[in-house]
């Protein structure tokens, strides 16, 4: 799956040059937690975020009334307080890729170029959305994890005994196990014979870790 499936496209932004309680505004109006900065309208030049706002509003413990502190978000540019240094990805990378990126760098959003221009952006709710969704998560099905030998062909042995029994696979997804012989593979699977398969899966020398 690519980024460009997931991401919002055409996403709010700010100018360098808007203040920061405009920018506090369209967060809370739109409720959302991250807004790329442009220069001139089209160039990326920072992401301004909620933690960024935080660390840039008056102390709870000010003595400054009200309107002086609206006086103030009023005249604090965006440019002074946003973060400078912007990891971004292209709307035809892979939704792995941007996971990773956002992983590495420990950060909650990706603004997608092409080309030099914004087109999207993509947060860790997108990336959490596309892995339920490759899951299976919200559809029927059951979910079947086991424990196989780490050797070529396992799955396909796995795949021709779901087929004996008119099962179908609805997601597919492996994950490493203690034993490095060993290779945990997660199963949806939808099938009118569920007792049956589990069973023939048992029989079949298979190790089931978990079914649901």
């Given at each position: ?114 080309g030099g221009r914004l087109v999207g952006i993509l947060t860790e709710t997108d990336i959490l ?84």
């Amino acid at each position: 799956m690519i980024v460009a499936k997931r991401m919002m496209r055409n996403p709010v932004f700010v100018d360098e040059n808007d203040s920061m309680k405009k920018a506090m505004d369209i967060l809370k109006e739109r409720e959302i937690r991250h807004l790329p900065v442009l220069k001139g309208g089209d160039k990326l030049v920072g992401i301004l975020t909620e933690t960024d706002i935080k660390q840039a509003s008056p102390s709870p413990a000010t003595a400054l009334e009200i309107r002086e502190i609206f006086y103030l978000l009023d005249k604090v540019k965006v440019k002074q307080i946003m973060t400078r240094r912007v990891f971004t990805v292209s709307s035809n990378a892979s939704i792995e890729e941007a996971a990773l990126i956002m992983r590495e760098k420990k950060i909650g959003c990706l603004p997608v170029v092409d080309g030099g221009r914004l087109v999207g952006i993509l947060t860790e709710t997108d990336i959490l959305d596309a892995f339920l969704d490759s899951m299976g998560v919200n559809g029927p099905g059951y979910r079947v994890e086991l424990a196989l030998p780490n050797r070529p062909g396992m799955l396909l042995e796995v795949v021709k005994l779901l087929k004996d029994f008119d099962a179908n696979i609805v997601s597919v997804a492996t994950a490493s196990h203690d034993d490095p012989g060993m290779r945990i593979l997660i199963l949806r699977i939808e099938t009118k014979n569920y007792k049956v398969l589990k069973a023939a899966i048992k029989k079949s020398g298979y190790e089931i870790l978990s079914a649901d």
